[in-house]
């Protein structure tokens, strides 16, 4: 498949300083020399890369492969994008996939539960854990890119251990804990990184290790966590490191609830009372579409619709209602995620907002709770573009000024 343009000269952590593509001969079929070259045998690891696509990609724990593979494919001039997950995977995590399919020669794939982005009393020991499955996703889509020439091919599937990306001391949960950790601020303390003070620190973190891994071209995630991508575009920024991000718009259900791994926690009833945040962001959506472009009157419009469904389920029996908190409805600077009180047309704004659904109080009979048996509060986040595409290009573009 034809890839973005080559990459001459890169520095690398491998022991190698740089790295020359050798220019092919003036009148050179490039085809046959992209050919002979995929077939080279590389001395350092005695085996040559095939460019076959794999039916089933390589399934690795282990560092050390990791490297080698990365390192046979630089040598390759193959290009590489980048889709870090923990696991459970859903349609959003696979159109992140196939996005990173047709923009690159190769993808990996990361699953791994990371522990550092959870506080202590999150949900870290239940968290969904679904490899088997995942793995079966995985190759489907991977037997789907073999028949298409136009896409890329899944390389490997990166499934490491704890102590594989924390071998110093174990990972702390708590705000003042010991150990290597990558902060970004204030990015990391607002928003979503107020209500969950450890959680920007271990993404950051386990970002960075594996964008020093895998070192991709391109890294994908998608725009549910829009707060994430914003902190990780200024991250990459930060530290000088060569990758794009690019941010994939939400793929939500058939009712607008964004797709999360979590929401196998949320049962009938209260998925049915979940899509209460989409509805909120769409009615400040719509206002700013019809024009209205102040702070005070967008948040009003997501608020109201919010308030008068909590109102309706707290007047409702024990056996049927489903509570939820508001945690925060904002609306902020595309590139600094700092409030606004007037949305600027040419910058545009993030509209987010986060609730916590709590734990049901009464099961009725027959009904299904659940993950967790409707016991486990569920936070849900989501977001809306006031702006649209021009919000997206400035986070993927790492335009972020100097705040």
């Known amino acids: 498949m034809a890839g973005p343009p080559q990459r001459w000269l890169r520095s690398w952590s491998l022991g190698i300083v740089e790295i020359f593509q050798q ?3 003036a009148g050179a ?5 992209q050919d002979e070259d995929s077939k080279k045998i590389i001395p350092e690891l005695g085996i040559g890369l095939q460019m076959t696509k794999a039916v089933r990609p390589e ?4 560092l050390e492969i990791v490297r080698k593979l990365r390192y046979k494919l630089r040598l390759n001039n193959r290009t590489v994008g980048l889709v870090p997950t923990m696991g459970a995977l859903h349609d959003g995590h696979l159109s992140l996939i196939r996005k990173a399919a047709k923009e690159n020669d190769d993808v990996f794939v990361s699953i791994f539960v990371n ?3 959870f506080g202590t009393n999150e949900d870290l020991g239940s968290y969904p854990r679904t490899m088997t499955e995942d793995m079966k996703k995985i190759n489907t889509l991977a037997r789907e890119f073999s028949k298409d020439e136009s896409l890329g091919n899944i390389r490997c599937v990166f499934n490491p251990t704890r102590e594989t990306m924390y071998p110093g001391l174990p990972p702390s ?7 290597s950790f990558v902060t970004v601020k204030p990015l990391g303390s607002i928003l979503e990184g107020a209500s969950r003070p ?4 271990g993404v950051a973190t386990i970002c960075m290790k594996l964008l020093n891994l895998i070192q991709p071209e391109t890294v994908y995630f998608g725009q549910k966590d829009i707060q994430q ?5 200024r991250m990459i920024k930060d530290f000088l490191i060569d990758t794009r991000i690019d941010l994939v718009h939400t793929i939500r259900e058939d009712d607008g609830l964004a797709m999360s791994s979590r929401n196998v926690y949320l049962g009938e009833r209260r998925r049915r009372i979940a899509t209460v945040l989409y509805r909120s962001l ?3 959506h719509d206002a700013y579409e019809a024009g209205e472009t102040k702070r005070t009157e967008l948040l009003n419009a997501a608020l109201g619709v919010a308030i008068k469904i909590q109102s309706d389920q707290r007047r409702l029996p024990t056996s049927e209602r489903a509570r939820f908190e508001i945690d925060y409805m904002s609306i902020a600077d595309p590139q600094t995620m700092a409030e606004v009180d007037i949305v600027d047309g040419a910058r545009g704004a993030i509209m987010s907002g986060a609730l916590v659904m709590l734990p049901l109080e009464e099961l009725q009979e027959g009904e299904g709770p659940g993950l967790g048996e409707g016991e486990r509060q569920v936070r849900l986040i989501d977001n809306m573009l006031l702006g649209g595409k021009r919000v997206i290009n400035t986070i993927n573009h790492g335009d972020l000024g100097g705040a």
């Open 282 to 284: 769409k009615a400040a």
């Open 23 to 25: 220019v092919p001969p």
């Open 198 to 201: 450890v959680f920007f620190r």
């Open 229 to 233: 991508g914003v902190l990780i575009s």
């Open 115 to 117: 522990p550092t982005q």
């Open 173 to 179: 949960s708590e705000p003042d804990g010991l150990g």
């Open 59 to 62: 399934l690795r724990s282990s």
């Open 29 to 33: 079929d490039s085809a046959t020399t």
